[in-house]
Structure formats: C-alpha cells, structure tokens
C-alpha cells in the first residue's frame, strides 16, 4: 500500500511539473511522496520490534497482607509487599473487604482512595461491596487473568468452586519481618 500511494505520488509530481496548468499539484503530491516514502523507511523497523514480555500477574489479597506486620492493620504493610512484587517484575493489583477502611482509617474508604493510599492507579485497586467476602472476588480474577494469589488465607471454604487454590505455587504465603517483605517459594 505504501509503494502504491509512492508511485502514485511520483506520477502527480511528474505531472505538476511537466504539464502546463497542474503546477499546483506539487504542493499536494511532494509532501505525499516525501511521507510515503519517510513510512517505506520506516516500516522495517517497527516491525522489527520485540513485543515487551507480558509480566506475570498477582492478585494480592489486601485484607489478609494488611495484618501481615505484627498483626496490626497496616496499609503500610500491603504497600511494601506490593512494592517487592513490582520490583520482582510482577504485575500486581490489590481486593479488599469493604470494611478496611475502618480497620486502618477508622472509615470507609473506597478503590481511589485505598489505591492512593498504595500509590497504585486506581484501576488496579477494588474495595469490594458492602456484605460482600472480597474472597470470590479474588480468586475469580486470578482465574481470569491467569494470576496468582498472595495471601495467607488457604481458601478452603472456596476449594470446590477453585480447585486451583490446591495446587502448589498458586497462593504466595508471606509475612514482614522487620518491615522487609518475604514470600514462601519462588514468584
């Protein structure tokens, strides 16, 4: 297509400079052919581009990582967890139960203001529905994004629905020890 709309560029040239009355022409076909020809030059090496590696995913279930640190509630403690993560090259995204807000904050919070407080974009954030266990929201989405789960809650109640979370390496075990995340196995 590219040497297509080149040739057809050079015959509006020729034309405008050689036959009396199209010498306005030029001022459409040259610019025409100098960008055809600009996209010929450099067809060859967008395409020669890697594609970036997809980075693997990671559901972390914020609710359950946020205790992680001597027990207490700690928004901190998800925000190092999720920090060691990306540094690992991980893709991360965080589900709380609707009640958070209150165990860190006194308050509701919601997916903006929990992502932050994580200095995450929004998007990958959730602050599930009030009534709502964020367990099935969890593990629906590491299902459907081939993700993950880092979180130290075993998901029995859900095996029958998940059996994945009964496979080894699915769910990331891990804890803070002196403010430094650390994970069972390998991520």
Same mark, same amino acid.
């Given at each position: 297509?590219?040497?297509?709309?080149?040739?057809?560029?050079?015959?509006?040239?020729?034309?405008?400079?050689?036959?009396?009355?199209?010498?306005?022409?030029?001022?459409?076909?040259?610019?025409?052919?100098?960008?055809?020809?600009?996209?010929?030059?450099?067809?060859?090496?967008?395409?020669?581009?890697?594609?970036?590696?997809?980075?693997?995913?990671?559901?972390?279930?914020?609710?359950?990582?946020?205790?992680?640190?001597?027990?207490?509630?700690?928004?901190?403690?998800?925000?190092?967890?999720?920090?060691?993560?990306?540094?690992?090259?991980?893709?991360?995204?965080?589900?709380?139960?609707?009640? /958070?807000?209150?165990? *860190?904050? &006194? !308050?509701?919070? @919601?997916?903006?203001?929990?992502?932050?407080?994580?200095?995450? =974009?929004?998007?990958?954030?959730?602050?599930?529905?009030?009534?709502?266990?964020?367990?099935?929201?969890?593990?629906?989405?590491?299902?459907?994004?081939? /993700?993950?789960?880092? *979180?130290? &809650? !075993?998901?029995? @109640?859900?095996?029958?629905?998940?059996?994945?979370?009964?496979? =080894?390496?699915?769910?990331?075990?891990?804890?803070?020890?002196?403010?430094?995340?650390?994970?069972?196995?390998?991520?």
């Amino acid at each position: 297509m590219i040497v297509f709309i080149a040739l057809l560029s050079c015959a509006g040239l020729a034309l405008s400079l050689f036959v009396p009355g199209w010498s306005d022409f030029v001022l459409l076909a040259g610019p025409c052919l100098l960008a055809s020809l600009w996209l010929w030059w450099r067809a060859p090496r967008a395409k020669a581009k890697p594609d970036a590696p997809k980075k693997a995913q990671v559901v972390v279930d914020g609710s359950n990582v946020m205790h992680w640190e001597n027990g207490q509630p700690s928004v901190e403690a998800v925000r190092r967890v999720v920090r060691a993560l990306e540094s690992k090259g991980l893709g991360v995204g965080v589900m709380f139960d609707a009640n /958070a807000g209150y165990k *860190t904050h &006194d !308050r509701y919070q @919601d997916d903006a203001e929990m992502a932050r407080r994580l200095g995450l =974009p929004t998007d990958r954030v959730l602050v599930v529905p009030k009534g709502v266990q964020a367990d099935t929201y969890i593990l629906k989405a590491a299902r459907r994004l081939g /993700a993950r789960v880092v *979180t130290n &809650d !075993r998901f029995r @109640d859900w095996q029958a629905d998940f059996p994945e979370v009964a496979q =080894p390496g699915f769910l990331i075990r891990g804890g803070l020890t002196q403010g430094k995340p650390w994970f069972d196995g390998p991520l």
